[in-house]
């Protein structure tokens, strides 16, 4: 029979085992209240020795401390300490004094033993734990103990489980294989194959110091905490990534080891990695070295421990198992604070659109539904619509503003709703047209006295309106509302068109090009509508037609500005940055005031822009490179005043990472680097650098970016790059 049928054989064991429900008696077990370590290996492994060990150990350790709660605890970890360590008790004298005797490991554990004691985390957290101990035939697939039931519940309700496998049976595939199997059972009452692990688990090699190349504390911990990363892939990942690590494969005895290790607990492995990332594997020896071999007794062999205990990564399982413990309560703590925010917000949603829904679907399209309908009536038109009709449409407008909805959800709804509403309360749309009518003739006076135009200076990108002028603007934006299709909507639309065109023509009122375009789209208008325009309309386009502009001052103003084109290109193409922020305003000021208005507005706009360089602005900057093991401190001041450094702040290479610095135009930037294998007493925050670089001039930021390179330690090289880039914010002329 080869080792794939034997594990297959198992594999049905195992199946047998999760069915077989044991005897129980009248109640369930009611273990004791605290977090609950499973510790699961078979006979042989260890368990007793290993939690006897750990109490010891943990009487001298900073970072785990055990403090035993019960007697019965208490009395357990005596008893088998006195055994392991060769204590016995003389009372002669009638004084009770400890004596010299027979070392020997605890026998095989008989029933199940609850261990109850507090852990202590880094003297900070105290944790009550509750451990079983029991004789690890309970466990094996091969057999079908009473107590596996008692067990399997305890273990199934455990907040993290440490699997201990015997590193003396690598050598022995069958028995391996079948302890294999009884772990993939365990995992499978855990959590349904596939699905999550909801607990840290970790793989605990005991006896480890059998195996060629175990040397001490540095190879307890498989996987070091920044590689944990490893469990997310699947085992042939994992064991390539385990083995190629450096430091693992400097000692080939050791490697070799761990190669055999992970291939006999493939099976096991595969099941776990990918299910968690709360994984971890340890190899511990509670002796610290082989102990005697003195007899053999049913399927084991009797030891006696060495001469002198020294416990190799006892405390490390425990240790890290109840860090994760603490971690996965308080992820579990977030993920219900989540699942009630979650379930909050989603309450929350459902009742806020309770309103939306109200509104939207019932109110909102009810008053338009009355407008279309009687639309519909007239030939898509209002205009004919009868005072009766006009007044559903108002009543169907003031429900609408009525509604308690309306007025405690949708109140920014409330005004346009008004406004539709007020043009139906006018006596009639002839009303509303003569007053549209009137306002179109006075756009049409404004038009033809250009004293009456909006003024624009230089500086300005729009004209400045007066009170008329927008009271016009009021006017038309009022009737451009409510029925797209009504003669009222259309007129007022044009009149706003006009507007805008008219506006276009202030800013450039002596464009004749401008003037021109706007007087062909008039053209074009007149042609498709004058039949239908009323004579306020007519006489507005006839105005807007007949716009003049002054052709000999045009002509004037295009030779300076075809001049300026060469001049604004010259300037955009030169890259220097005291050029362009400061050399060439005195320039511009001076044509300024010899231009046309839109080259004087170009011109301000660059003046003000660059200008903006003088005051104190703040710029982001990320350190794209640094020599390795090095860091910055860089610091602003005036012209002809010293650095101030500020202790405690350094720049190191954090890719992504964005620092800030404050300046304005004449700061000389102080630039420091230092190595970071300096101890802290001789850190001095910049003060006495390794290097310095000092960068002046009245634009100093500018040669802040790009490479700096400290040419008196090596040419090493900073590089630094601003965000968004300087050359960004150098204006152009355009």
């Not at 399927?299 to 205990?309: F, G, L, V």
């Not at 539904?369 to 209002?382: D, P």
């Not at 920014?412 to 709703?417: D, G, Q, R, Y």
Request: proline content about 4%.
């Amino acid at each position: 029979m080869n080792a794939g049928k034997l594990f297959r054989f198992f594999k049905k064991g195992a199946k047998a085992a999760g069915k077989y429900k044991g005897k129980k008696g009248a109640e369930a077990v009611r273990w004791p209240g605290g977090t609950r370590i499973g510790v699961f290996g078979h006979a042989n492994t260890g368990k007793t020795v290993f939690f006897t060990v750990l109490n010891e150990e943990c009487k001298i350790s900073k970072n785990l401390q055990i403090s035993v709660t019960d007697a019965a605890t208490a009395n357990e970890f005596l008893t088998n300490y006195r055994n392991i360590w060769g204590l016995g008790v003389s009372t002669d004298g009638g004084t009770v004094v400890d004596i010299r005797g027979e070392k020997k490991f605890p026998n095989p554990t008989a029933g199940e033993k609850v261990l109850r004691f507090n852990a202590i985390i880094d003297r900070k957290k105290k944790i009550p734990v509750v451990g079983l101990d029991y004789n690890g035939r309970a466990v094996s697939i091969a057999t079908q103990e009473s107590s596996a039931e008692t067990i399997a519940d305890f273990m199934s309700g455990c907040d993290g489980i440490l699997f201990f496998y015997d590193s003396k049976l690598l050598g022995a595939e069958v028995r391996s294989q079948a302890r294999v199997a009884s772990f993939i059972n365990m995992l499978e009452r855990l959590a349904p194959l596939r699905s999550r692990l909801p607990v840290p688990v970790a793989l605990v090699i005991t006896k480890a110091d059998v195996l060629p190349g175990f040397a001490g504390d540095d190879q307890v911990r498989l996987i070091a905490p920044e590689d944990e990363y490893l469990t997310s892939e699947d085992y042939d990942l994992f064991l390539e990534k385990v083995l190629t690590d450096d430091k693992l494969a400097a000692n080939p005895h050791w490697s070799g080891s761990i190669r055999n290790v992970l291939v006999r607990l493939k099976d096991f492995l595969t099941v776990v990695l990918r299910r968690t990332l709360d994984f971890q594997i340890f190899f511990i020896s509670s002796t610290g070295q082989a102990p005697e071999k003195i007899g053999t007794d049913v399927d084991r062999s009797i030891y006696t421990p060495p001469p002198k205990m020294q416990p190799i990564g006892v405390k490390e399982p425990m240790y890290w198992l109840l860090n994760s413990i603490i971690r996965n309560k308080r992820i579990s703590r977030m993920r219900r604070l989540a699942r009630l925010v979650t379930a909050a917000s989603i309450i929350w949603v459902i009742l806020f659109s309770i309103p939306f829904l109200i509104h939207f679907k019932m109110l909102y399209p009810r008053p338009a539904e009355v407008e279309e309908s009687i639309k519909a009536a007239h030939g898509g038109s209002l205009i004919e619509a009868t005072k009766t009709e006009r007044d559903r449409i108002m009543g169907a407008y003031d429900d609408y503003e009525q509604a308690s909805i309306t007025r405690w959800f949708f109140k920014s709804f409330l005004v346009p709703a008004d406004d539709i509403a007020s043009i139906y309360r006018e006596d009639n749309l002839q009303n509303a047209l003569r007053d549209l009518n009137e306002n179109i003739r006075v756009f049409a006076a404004t038009v033809t006295d250009q004293t009456m135009w909006p003024r624009m200076s230089l500086t300005d990108t729009l004209p400045a309106l007066d009170t008329d002028h927008m009271k016009l603007v009021d006017v038309f934006t009022k009737y451009h509302r409510g029925d797209t299709a009504s003669a009222l909507y259309a007129k007022a639309g044009h009149a706003l068109d006009y507007w805008k065109l008219f506006i276009l023509g202030v800013s450039h009122r002596d464009d004749a090009r401008t003037w021109g375009d706007i007087q062909t789209q008039v053209k074009q208008d007149s042609a498709r509508y004058w039949e239908t325009w009323t004579r306020e309309e007519k006489r507005l386009a006839q105005a807007l037609a007949s716009v003049k502009v002054k052709q000999a001052e045009q002509k004037a103003i295009a030779e300076v500005t075809g001049s300026l084109t060469d001049i604004f290109a010259s300037i955009n193409e030169n890259k220097n940055p005291d050029y362009r922020l400061d050399q060439v305003l005195d320039t511009l000021r001076a044509i300024k005031d010899k231009v046309d208005a839109e080259s004087a507005r170009k011109i301000s706009t660059y003046i003000r822009e660059a200008g903006k360089w003088q005051n104190i602005r703040e710029y982001k900057y990320t350190v794209e490179s640094m020599p390795a093991e090095w860091h910055l401190h860089i610091s602003v001041a005036g012209k002809d005043k010293s650095p101030v450094w500020t202790k405690g702040e350094q720049i190191n290479l954090i890719p992504g990472r964005q620092e800030k610095i404050i300046w304005k135009a004449g700061d000389v930037i102080h630039i420091a680097i230092d190595s970071s294998h300096a101890s802290s007493s001789d850190e001095t925050w910049g003060e006495k650098p390794r290097s310095k670089k000092i960068l002046r001039g009245d634009f100093s930021i500018f040669e802040m970016e790009g490479d700096l390179v400290f040419d008196d330690i090596g040419s090493k090289k900073v590089s630094i790059r601003f965000v968004p880039a300087l050359e960004e914010g150098i204006p152009e002329l355009k």
